[in-house]
């Protein structure tokens, strides 16, 4: 079953040596899962400030600067892995390096027919 990981936390909390430790850490992890057949991808995001949110309503496309919603944590990452079930996501999810300042929220992934499966 595959699962995204999506790791929140206060951006500003981190400073440099931290986060490049975090990167450190978080490249180690997607190597064991790769080797275990678990890892289907990974990636840290940019800074909230690069965020651009798009809205549709009445017809009309409303874009702003900044993330969906104004929030003292970030949505900084994801994982999406593929395992047995929720319980090997749940012991993945504790070893992310995130996971002690912030909050690693897992869910499902939906399969729907029809999407493109070689990218």
Same mark, same amino acid.
């Given at each position: 079953?595959?699962?995204?990981?999506?790791?929140?936390?206060?951006?500003?909390?981190?400073n440099?040596?931290?986060?490049?430790?975090?990167?450190?850490?978080?490249?180690? !992890?997607?190597?064991?899962?790769?080797?275990k057949?678990?890892?289907l991808n =990974? $990636?840290p995001?940019?800074s /909230?400030?690069?965020? *651009?949110s798009?809205?549709?309503?009445?017809?009309k496309?409303?874009?702003?600067?900044?993330?969906f919603?104004?929030?003292h944590?970030?949505?900084?990452?994801?994982? !999406?892995?593929?395992?047995?079930?929720?319980?090997?996501?749940?012991?993945? =999810? $504790?070893?992310i390096?995130? /996971?002690?300042?912030? *909050?690693?929220?897992?869910r499902?992934?939906?399969?729907?027919?029809?999407?493109?499966?070689?990218?």
């Amino acid at each position: 079953m595959k699962y995204m990981l999506l790791i929140y936390s206060d951006e500003n909390a981190w400073n440099e040596s931290e986060r490049e430790d975090c990167y450190i850490k978080s490249v180690e !992890l997607t190597q064991q899962l790769y080797a275990k057949g678990q890892y289907l991808n =990974a $990636s840290p995001l940019h800074s /909230v400030a690069t965020a *651009t949110s798009i809205r549709i309503r009445d017809s009309k496309r409303m874009i702003t600067d900044g993330p969906f919603a104004e929030t003292h944590e970030q949505l900084g990452g994801y994982y !999406l892995i593929d395992v047995k079930d929720l319980d090997e996501a749940i012991a993945i =999810a $504790s070893q992310i390096p995130g /996971v002690r300042i912030g *909050t690693v929220e897992i869910r499902p992934v939906m399969e729907l027919k029809g999407l493109p499966t070689d990218l």
